[in-house]
Structures are given as C-alpha cells and as structure tokens.
C-alpha cells in the first residue's frame, strides 16, 4: 500500500535537495505538487486542503527559510504533519470494564468484519482474555461457519448460531451464556451491505441497543478509498463508534481511507490488517506510517519483528547499523541474512527505508529472487569493496558478475539502486526525526 502516493512524495522532496535556502515560491510549487499527490491517492479533498495549508504555514517560517538543509526540514515538517493527520499517537484498545466486554464489529460487506473478529480474538487470547465469537450475520449462513471455522483455527469458542434466529437474539443470548461461563470479551460479528442502506442501519442499531457494547469497532476496507470515509461518517452518525480497524493495507490500496478516516470521523485508528494470516492484525501507529509513506520504512516495526522471532541483541543490531551514517554492503548483506529468517520477504523490505520502492511491483517470487540475486552479487565482492564500493571499477564489476553468475548490468543496476539506499538513509539519519524513531526502537521493541 501508499507505493504511488510513496513515489510521487520522494519525488516531490528530492527537487528540494542541494536547494541553500527555500523561497516562497518554492514551497508554493511543492505545496501544490504534493496536493495532487494527495487527491489522487483519493484522500479526502478538505483534508487535503488543510494538511496542504498547515505544511505551507510552518513550511516558510523563518526557520526553514533559512536552514541550511532546508530539504531535510521541509521533510520533517510533512512527516510531523502525517503524524498529526493519522492521529499523532498510537491509540491503544481500552479493555477497562466490568466483564464481559462486548465489542460491536460494524461495517460494510466485504470490508473484512469476519475475519477481523477472529484476529481480534486470537489477540485476546494471546494477552490471556478469554474471547468467545458471535456470528450476528444471521442473512448469510456462510458467514456464519465462517467464523466458527475461523474461530477452530483460532483457538478461540464460537456461540452456535442457529438459521432462523433474529441477530438480536443471536446477540443477547450469546452475552448471557458469557457471563454464565465467564468469557471476559464478547467479539459480535454483524451483517453487512454493499451499500449503508436503512435497513442494514436498522438492525445494527437494534443490536446496539439490546446489548448496550462497550466499544464499537468500524471495520473499513482501505482499497474502497474515500467510500470508506463516507461510510465510517454514517455509522458514526448511528452508533457510538469508538475506533476504527482499517483492512487489507498489505493490498495496492491508494491511501485514501487510511489518510481521512481519522480526520472526518475523529475517531482513531486503532488496528491494520497487514496480511492474509490470523496473526496479521497490526496496533496502529501514526509515526510509523508516517515514515512509511514517506520513504523511511517501517524500522521500528521491523525491529520488533527481529527482536519476537531472534531476539533483542540482532534486533538492536539491525536498527543501529540502518541508522547509522556509513551503512555498507556488509551491513546491507547482514539485513538480508535477518529478513529471510523473519518470513514473507515482500511484507519485511518495505520496512526498510529505500528498498521497498524498487520492489513494490514485484510478485513475491520475484521478490525472493531478485533478493537472492543482490545477496550473489555482495558475496562475490571482497571485504574492501563491500565497505567501500565506490572503488569499483569496470574490472572490478566484471570479475563480480562472474562470480554471482549474473551480467556486469545486474551489478550496475544493484550499485546504484544500493547509492539511492544509501542516500535516502543519510536523509533522514541525522534529524530529531530519526531520533524519536530510535527512541521509539527501544522504548517500544524492547519494553
């Protein structure tokens, strides 16, 4: 997700690199280049309009008119107002109540609420909550065993909803039997429609009404753009939504629900689905999506990803060699080594700050194999060259695409896409920015 929208902002802020100073007109003509960015990854026009604004205000302040690196300041300004645009900080799931806690999973069809209900559960279960599932979606019996089958692979019960019932008697007797046999969440999956339409709103609001949730969760499929927006206002309007779930954000989504639901609804964002597994629903995070769509990766999530599956010494490791100012082909060569033990390798590179664009398009074994052809081509070099490839001349190159098997164009090619790497982590290395991501890596990835 975000690899247009990601594109055309690092194109948008490499035309401020080398610049002295920003000029007023500068900062008009990125302004208006990154509002047409903005409108067509469908984000919401009057978002648009006031992110836009704010970023003009800040943007030709005395401060950065006159910094001497005025690209990395202007960046720093549209990353903090990201931030601020998705919510600032991580909102964390309120699980303070009386048990049961009953959660009320909204939205349209097909925007994910079945399985979202079982990552929820399979997240409760994880952090020691005793969840049951309720399939409320009593209009379609596939949805139905859908989640009871879901719910098996789980771990986790499911309430054995019986055709003919109405949704909220399904409901209400679910939450007594929990209370009987003492499930401290209540997770109630509900119908949906293609469109918001009276009768669907009905009914969930019956539902609402007889078992009173504590939260209500709207689930919002990021492909479906600004129609998600719309439709998170509308449910909004008819029910005390208390957070929003965004799905399929690991798909070719623009970007648009991700960047306005929380604007126009006011309501967080609380989880992202990532992926195809139960495990891959995400705890939101404003920063880091921020330095995602920005071109910085996604570090301090792919450092708590070493730190759960290896261990916090390499996940340590791994952050300070990205951020440090020489990162070599020795260090490029040690990441790939960790990337291959941590899973799908198509998820893990957009993580990395300046790797993900060159690969967004793959198909994951293309992806697999283009990473195993940069790992020949780095074995096949010498320690020196590895630390300095600058010193690579033609004979050189030559005698290392013999030795990985490949053309001295891979070797070029590799060369220069590792320079544009190399860059783009100098960027943001020495800012406040890279600071609080850093912060975050140890405060957060190994609290």
């Given amino acids: 997700m975000f690899g247009g929208l990601q594109e055309k902002f690092k194109g948008v802020l490499e035309k401020l690199s080398g610049r002295a100073r920003l000029s007023e007109a500068d900062v008009a003509v990125v302004a208006r280049e990154i509002k047409l960015a903005l409108l067509s990854a469908d984000v919401h026009f009057g978002v648009v309009k006031d992110f836009v604004d704010r970023i003009a205000v800040r943007a030709v302040g005395r401060d950065i008119l006159e910094s001497i690196a005025p690209a990395q300041q202007f960046t720093k300004i549209v990353h903090d107002e990201l931030v601020a645009l998705l919510g600032s900080q991580s909102a964390e799931f309120d699980f ?18 079945t399985t979202t209900a079982a990552r929820f559960a399979l997240r409760c279960k ?5 969840p049951l599932l309720v399939p409320a979606d009593v209009h379609r019996p596939a ?3 859908q989640l009871s089958v879901l719910a098996k692979e ?6 054995p909803t019986e055709p003919g019932m109405k949704a909220t008697d399904v409901a209400d007797f679910a939450i007594e039997h929990a209370r009987k046999i003492g499930y401290d969440t209540v997770i109630v999956d509900t ?18 009404e007889s078992i009173k949730p504590q939260r209500v969760l709207y689930v919002a499929d990021a492909m479906t753009g600004q129609d998600a927006v719309k439709s998170a206002k509308a449910f909004d309007e008819a029910l005390p939504v208390t957070g929003v779930v965004l799905t399929k954000l690991d798909g070719d989504a623009r970007g648009g629900a991700a960047l306005s639901v929380r604007a126009v609804t006011g309501k967080p964002i609380l989880f992202a689905g990532t992926g195809e597994r139960l495990e891959d629903l995400e705890a939101f995070h404003p920063e880091r999506m921020a330095s995602r769509i920005l071109g910085m990766g996604d570090v301090v999530s792919l450092v708590e990803s070493v730190s759960s599956s290896m261990g916090e010494g390499e996940a340590r490791e791994m952050g300070e060699a990205i951020f440090k100012k020489n990162f070599t082909l020795e260090d490029f060569l040690k990441q790939i080594k960790m990337m291959k033990r941590l899973g799908p390798m198509e998820k893990i590179v957009g993580m ?11 198909k994951p074994d293309d992806i697999e194999r283009e990473i195993r052809l940069k790992e020949a081509i780095v074995l096949s070099m010498t320690s020196q060259e590895r630390a300095n490839p600058r010193i690579l001349n033609g004979s050189r190159r030559k005698r290392i695409a013999a030795g990985a098997g490949r053309e001295v164009s891979d070797v070029n090619r590799f060369i220069k896409e590792f320079e544009a790497m190399e860059r783009t982590m100098k960027k943001f290395s020495g800012g406040g920015m890279m600071k609080k991501l850093l912060k975050g890596l140890t405060t957060q990835a190994f609290s």
Wanted: proline letters at 5%; glycine letters at 16%; aromatic letters at 2%.
């Fill in 352 to 362: 990395l700050p300046g790797v993900g664009g060159h690969l967004k398009d793959m």
């Fill in 96 to 113: 303070s109540c009386e048990p049961p806690l009953v959660v009320l999973l909204v939205g349209l069809q097909g925007s994910g609420k």
């Fill in 126 to 130: 994880k952090s020691g909550r005793r």
């Fill in 154 to 159: 789980a771990g986790v019960d499911c309430w």
């Fill in 143 to 145: 949805a139905v065993e």
């Fill in 191 to 208: 119908a949906g429609r293609l469109h918001i339409d009276g009768e669907m709103m009905r009914e969930v609001a019956d539902i609402a």
